[in-house]
């Protein structure tokens, strides 16, 4: 087990809130190692607070980074308040520093409340995981325990992000689905489309 609640990947600094998602996505890649960019490992020995987050990500002098992301080995959202209070930190030390959210979208679902309200002023950027076209094809792929639900809430939440403001970004992996259709997807709902590999 680590304590690694700050990482690097190329010119950006990654939080890891928690390593709990509600989804299973078959190319998820903590299934295949344990670690990311400058991470060996990701497996958290403890959910750290927000404190220990920023005190962690100020070690690394953030004005240096292109950004910051929350994305680790679990779905942030899943500990919304840290990543709200950890968010306003951000804001209160380094203002101009751009903060992106990477996230499966089930937030509202899972809050029970549409909480781009609270992201927004705080997040720059929300990358909303689409990694399907239909719900029948997201739930053979990601297996979310929310079900058919899941699929349908994450899109009312990437379309609730952008009529909230936030830049709003749907990926899918490359050669896993129906780009055209994805792309589709994601100009009805005011937000770009951006092809990834397995970790990206």
């Not at 903590?30 to 927000?50: C, F, I, S, T, Y």
């Not at 930190?89 to 679902?109: D, F, M």
């Not at 990694?131 to 029948?136: D, F, G, L, Q």
């Amino acid at each position: 087990m680590a304590f690694e609640p700050v990482y690097r990947v190329g010119d950006a600094l990654y939080i890891n809130l928690t390593n709990r998602c509600r989804n299973a996505c078959d190319f998820c890649i903590r299934n295949k190692q344990d670690g990311v960019g400058g991470a060996e490992n990701l497996w958290l020995d403890h959910e750290p607070a927000a404190a220990e987050i920023l005190t962690a990500w100020e070690a690394f002098g953030p004005e240096r980074y292109a950004e910051t992301v929350f994305c680790g080995y679990g779905e942030p959202t899943e500990r919304l308040p840290e990543l709200l209070e950890v968010a306003r930190g951000i804001r209160s030390r380094r203002p101009g520093v751009r903060v992106r959210l990477n996230t499966n979208g089930h937030g509202s679902l899972t809050a029970g409340r549409d909480i781009t309200p609270e992201l927004a002023g705080l997040v720059d950027c929300v990358s909303v995981s689409l990694n399907a076209v239909s719900a029948e094809e997201y739930i053979k792929l990601c297996h979310p325990e929310q079900g058919a639900a899941a699929y349908d809430a994450m899109l009312a939440f990437a379309g609730a992000a952008a009529a909230r403001g936030l830049e709003v970004v749907l990926s899918v992996l490359a050669d896993t689905t129906d780009e055209p259709a994805a792309r589709k997807i994601a100009e009805t709902l005011g937000a770009t489309l951006r092809i990834r590999s397995a970790w990206g």
